[in-house]
T-cell receptor, first 115, second 111 residues
Framework: NAGVTQTPKFQVLKTGQSMTLQCAQD?????MYWYRQDPGMGLRLIYY???????DKGEVPNGYNVSRLNKREFSLRLESAAPSQTSVYFC??????????????FGDGTRLSIL | AQTVTQSQPEMSVQEAETVTLSCTYD???????LFWYKQPPSRQMILVIR??????QNATENRFSVNFQKAAKSFSLKISDSQLGDAAMYFC????????FGTGTRLKVLA
């Protein structure tokens, strides 16, 4: 099925370990996003990539790095995981701004626990 | 700074009644978009309704409509004839390239 695919769906890490969350979309979208969702905090933007080859910080970028590998893939890396990064992570994608009010399409999320 | 504020952490509505969820935003962009997403317990993010800021006409999608007040930077969601399946978290969002969301409103629908 077409859409946004996130891997893994669940992961448990120990403090200090590194981890890369993968995201791929097959809708030929230009823009991609990483969010984290915490109780009472809503969805907070970590990083986004408006187009292939560009990345920009969102609201909460500290402790994360991203790579826009190609048009399809946008990965999120935790270099040294901390308990405060325990969260549900969502990847999203959308078409360019010029293509009308196209909404974001979201993946199913990755539940990450850091002990 | 770009912000989205949802001041109602939780709302309840009787089945078949109407409920309005509030959202205010702030942005320096002149051309932007506004969205409401629904998140049921499955955690899936489902688009409910969208609005272009340059359009004065309020968007409607079946039982869902918005009251868009651009000068007041307000974008509320009205759900008419509420159904049990409407129970979920609702997130208001805004952006152009950079999209951010509010903290969400949990809607309970009472039978």
């Amino acid at each position: 099925n077409a859409g946004v695919t996130q891997t893994p769906k669940f992961q448990v890490l120990k403090t200090g370990q590194s981890m890369t969350l993968q995201c791929a979309q097959d809708m030929n979208h230009n823009s991609m996003y990483w969010y984290r969702q915490d109780p009472g905090m809503g969805l907070r933007l970590i990083y986004y990539s408006a187009s292939e080859g560009t990345t920009d910080k969102g609201e909460v970028p500290n402790g994360y790095n991203v790579s826009r590998l190609n048009k399809r893939e946008f990965s999120l890396r935790l270099e040294s995981a901390a308990p405060s990064q325990t969260s549900v992570y969502f990847c999203a994608s959308r078409r360019q701004r010029q293509e009308s009010n196209q909404p974001q399409h979201f993946g199913d999320g990755t539940r990450l626990s850091i002990l | 700074a770009q912000t989205v504020t949802q001041s109602q952490p939780e709302m309840s509505v009787q089945e078949a009644e109407t409920v309005t969820l509030s959202c205010t935003y702030d942005t320096s962009e002149s051309d932007y978009y506004l969205f409401w997403y629904k998140q049921p317990p499955s955690r899936q993010m489902i688009l409910v309704i969208r609005q272009e800021a340059y359009k004065q006409q309020n968007a409607t999608e079946n039982r869902f409509s918005v009251n868009f007040q651009k000068a007041a930077k307000s974008f509320s969601l009205k759900i008419s004839d509420s159904q049990l399946g409407d129970a979920a978290m609702y997130f208001c969002g805004s952006g152009t390239y950079k999209y951010i969301f509010g903290t969400g409103t949990r809607l309970k629908v009472l039978a």
